[in-house]
């Protein structure tokens, strides 16, 4: 049997061990478009701050690993599936015939459509080559502009103003992380890092980059404002890569629509990661997640089922930590609730902390956190087990901090 795995980022390197393991006849094709072995882009704010070097980016740290698997690794770019040929072919020509396809070929940044944003200055922080051209200009002092302040854009905040430069963040939201926090937490958030000197400005976007004088950029905003700066990071979202599949017949959304065993609407090809756009945990319908739990849970039920088992994925389910200059943040699942839902919510604003749980029926389906160092994976417990609360909710509507007491008793009542 011969896989063929696109894209070498968690979910390929996962998907490929896990068929490797449970097949040790199958001829395993790894491709990836990247030079260099497979890495881990959330590696890369720590590579940006200096706590690591490149080679602790790396997904596995031996360097014979994929050798003694059996594994082979391949250096090429997707073109064009061939469904009835059963074949990939890459940007150099060559063909790879497969018997089962596994498309695990991540996402991209986006680069929004703003005057100037192909200026030399300007990065997006998504590759290991990002990486490195902000390490040559995010210097201590130098002026830098954010653009975006979601989940990817706070991580990046906080390796950025760990390298001492003076930082802006510009958020066409109203708050920060909008699309991950409620309003009191995400403007909690902005309250903190304003306090650690970074600047913000939320409802704001940008709307243009001009060349200055020594390589400096003047970037206008929708606010009126004008902000000079030496450097410009981009973290405007990301984009399933899907561009290969062009009129090949697999079934595209907003990424690669697949059903729970991680099959796409071609049966022999299975797809996994962030270019998927899967079943949501709670909504069953198709949702894009891209987080790297979400990634590494769907390339081993992708490979499950190539090698013919019947593995189901129990549904994506958002799952967000952040730790944005020293706040810790974290959100899971619905966190926004649904309607005819009901929630609670508690805000120490002075001390930064902050909780929101949010139920349906006796069940908790969604959760905010700020402050909250420990046990929040209970709150994850509570949720991604359908776990029912009896009882517990209306304690827990009453004092949402006796969330751990609530999964010690519900939790372990229903083992
Ligand atoms: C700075 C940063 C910080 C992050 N921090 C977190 C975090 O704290 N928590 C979290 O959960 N997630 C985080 N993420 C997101 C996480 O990295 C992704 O969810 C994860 O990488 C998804 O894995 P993947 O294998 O689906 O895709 P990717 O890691 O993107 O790997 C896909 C690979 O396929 C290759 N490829 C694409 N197209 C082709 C083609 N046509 N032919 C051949 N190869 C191709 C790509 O070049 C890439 O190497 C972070 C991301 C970034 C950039």
Known sequence: MKHVIIGNGPAGVIAAESLRRADPAADVVLLGDES??????????????????????HLRKDAGHYKQLGIRLMKGRAKKVDTKAR????????KLPYDRLLIASGAHAVQPDVPGIESPNVHRCWTLADARAIAKKAKPAARVVQLGAGF??????????ERGVKLT??????????RMMTAKAGNLIRLWVEKKGVQVHVNARVESIAKAAKGAMEVKLSNGRTLGCDLLICAAGV??????????GVKIGGGILVDERMQTSVPEIYAAGDVTEAAGFYSGKPVLNAIQPNAADQARIAAANMLGAHAAAQGSLAINVLDTLGLISSSFGQWQGVEGGDGV????????????????????IGA???GWTEHVGALRGLIQGRVRLGGWKARLLQDPTQFMAAYLGSAQKAA
């Open 368 to 370: 905010t956190s700020i």
């Open 36 to 57: 260099g072995p497979p890495y881990s882009r959330m590696a890369i704010p720590y590579l940006l701050t200096g706590k690591i070097d490149e080679a602790g980016t």
């Open 239 to 248: 984009r399933p890569n899907v561009d290969f599949l062009e009129g090949s």
């Open 152 to 161: 990817i854009g706070s991580i990046i905040l906080q390796a950025l103003a």
């Open 345 to 364: 919510e508690l805000v120490d604003e002075p001390g930064f902390r902050y909780l929101s749980l949010q139920f349906k029926d006796d069940t908790l």
């Open 169 to 178: 963040v510009v958020e066409m939201g109203d708050r920060m992380v909008p």
């Open 87 to 94: 074949r990939v072919t890459l940007a150099n020509g060559k």
